[in-house]
Nanobody
């Protein structure tokens, strides 16, 4: 059975940092492209960052480029999202996703709130 479990969310002040983690189980993690997405209240879910199965290629949404870094440790079946210089507009539920071919798995999400 496939599981993706996110952690690391919370309340942070503007300009602060958080590191999100997403650990997978029940599938061969190193074969799957991983990505982080977020959904703010009243808005559609959007992609934040993408990393290939080997970590060789990274892509970021324009709104987070230069502030967020995606990485993965295939030995630990975990993908990370380091978020720096957080802004109130980064407030959202953050989800990780695993993608391979036509198969997709989502985590349950973790709340990130940026507020003073």
């Amino acid at each position: 059975q496939v599981h993706l479990v996110e952690s690391g969310g919370g309340l942070v002040q503007p300009g602060g940092s958080l590191r999100l983690s997403c650990t997978g189980s029940g599938f061969t993690f190193s074969d799957w492209l991983m990505s982080w997405h977020r959904q703010a209240p009243g808005k559609e879910r959007e992609v934040v960052a993408v990393i290939t199965n080997t970590g060789s290629t990274l892509n970021y949404a324009a709104s987070v480029k230069g502030r967020f870094t995606i990485s993965r440790d295939n030995d630990k079946n975990t993908v990370y999202l380091q978020m720096n210089d957080l802004k109130p507009d980064d407030t959202a539920v953050y989800y990780c996703k695993a993608l391979r071919g036509l198969s997709t798995y989502w985590g349950q999400g973790t709340q990130v709130t940026v507020s003073s």
